[in-house]
Every structure is written in structure tokens, then in C-alpha cells.
């Protein structure tokens, strides 16, 4: 329950799409994916535009079908992402939805960033979280699979290469899961 990578610059208002064009991580995977095309995939809802390196769910598939299969692993491990924003939100209370952190942006930023770092030493020093009686409900994160919006931006002849490539390389997740 590790966070590899924090992005704290931006309001929880702003669209996740909006912050993911906007990050530093985007262009590194990019160049990653270039490097290593088969390497690694990292998970998005489907805000996020599907990536050869940026697997996102389906939002249409039949019952009984290695796409149910497949959308199915990836909710299993959407939930533990979950669980990970959970237990730092249980650890530092002052993230909490209703704890709203009246701070200056930047200041708001730092607070947010040296809470992950904590909660990393925590799990990397095996130090477990203890519960308190009176711990106040953490606010469910939303991690459902809405329609997809379609924010592809297709080049002049209006195929965008990118979604091909995250199209044919969600196939082959597809088929390797439908085979385990």
C-alpha cells in the first residue's frame, strides 16, 4: 500500500484528465512505453484516455466474457488503490473530505505530499495503523467506472495512434487473462 507518485498541486475539483496531461509522470511512461512497449501498464478510470501504457475499463461487454474478466480483475485492483487513499486519509484525519485544510494552496500541497511520505515510512517500518473507537467514517472515494467521456483528440486525418495502440494492447490483456 505504497504511494509511488503524489500529485498534490491541484484542487480535488479539478478533472483527473486535466491533472494527468498536465503531470510530470505522463511524458516519463510515454518514454518508457517507447523504450519497453510491453513493461508495464498503469490503471485509470475512464476519465482517463486509454494508453498503450494506461489501461483503462471497458464500459460495454457481454456477461461471461473475457472483457467481464478482464473488467473485473481491474475494479479488484481499483479497490486496493482504494483501501490505499483509505487507510492515509484514516492515518492523517486532516485529509479527510470534511477536514478541508485551510492553508494556502502551496502550503496545502506540502501538507498533503509529507503525509504520503509518512505514510510510506509507516508501511516501510511495518508501523500499523491503530483504530480508535471513535474514528469517523472516511468518505468513500468514487472509482466507479462511468461512460467514458470521449476526450481523444484524433490527429489531422482524425485517428489518434495513441488509442489505437491502447486498444490493441488492452486486447492482448484481454487475451492473456481469458487464458489464466
Same mark, same amino acid.
Given at each position: ?20 496531461? @498536465? &503531470? ?8 518508457? @512505453? ?11 478510470? &475512464? ?8 489501461? $483503462? ?7 461471461? $466474457? ?12 481499483? &479497490?486496493?488503490?482504494?483501501? #490505499? ?8 484525519? #486532516? ?19 509529507? #503525509?504520503?511520505?509518512?505514510? @510510506?515510512? #509507516?508501511?516501510?517500518? @511495518? ?54
Amino acid at each position: 500500500m505504497r504511494i509511488i507518485n503524489v500529485s498534490a498541486l491541484f484542487p480535488g475539483s479539478v478533472n483527473d484528465a486535466y491533472i494527468w496531461n @498536465n &503531470s510530470q509522470l505522463e511524458p516519463i511512461l510515454r518514454e518508457i @512505453n517507447n523504450h519497453y512497449p510491453e513493461g508495464f501498464y498503469l490503471l485509470g478510470d &475512464s476519465g482517463y484516455p486509454l494508453r498503450p501504457w494506461l489501461m $483503462t475499463p471497458l464500459t460495454q461487454y457481454q456477461p461471461n $466474457t473475457p472483457e467481464e474478466r478482464y473488467n473485473h480483475k481491474f475494479k479488484y485492483v481499483r &479497490s486496493l488503490i482504494e483501501r #490505499c487513499i483509505g487507510l492515509l486519509k484514516m492515518r492523517f484525519r #486532516c485529509l479527510l473530505k470534511h477536514r478541508i485544510l485551510h492553508y494556502s494552496p502551496v502550503k496545502a500541497c506540502k501538507i498533503v505530499n509529507a #503525509c504520503t511520505i509518512l505514510h @510510506n515510512i #509507516c508501511i516501510q517500518n @511495518n508501523i500499523q495503523f491503530q483504530r480508535d473507537d471513535e474514528i469517523e467514517e472516511v468518505e468513500e472515494i468514487d472509482l466507479e467506472m462511468f461512460e467514458a467521456v470521449d476526450n481523444e483528440l484524433g490527429n489531422r486525418q482524425g485517428i489518434n495512434e495513441e488509442l489505437l495502440a491502447g486498444r490493441r494492447m488492452q486486447r492482448r490483456v484481454i487475451r492473456y487473462i481469458s487464458y489464466e
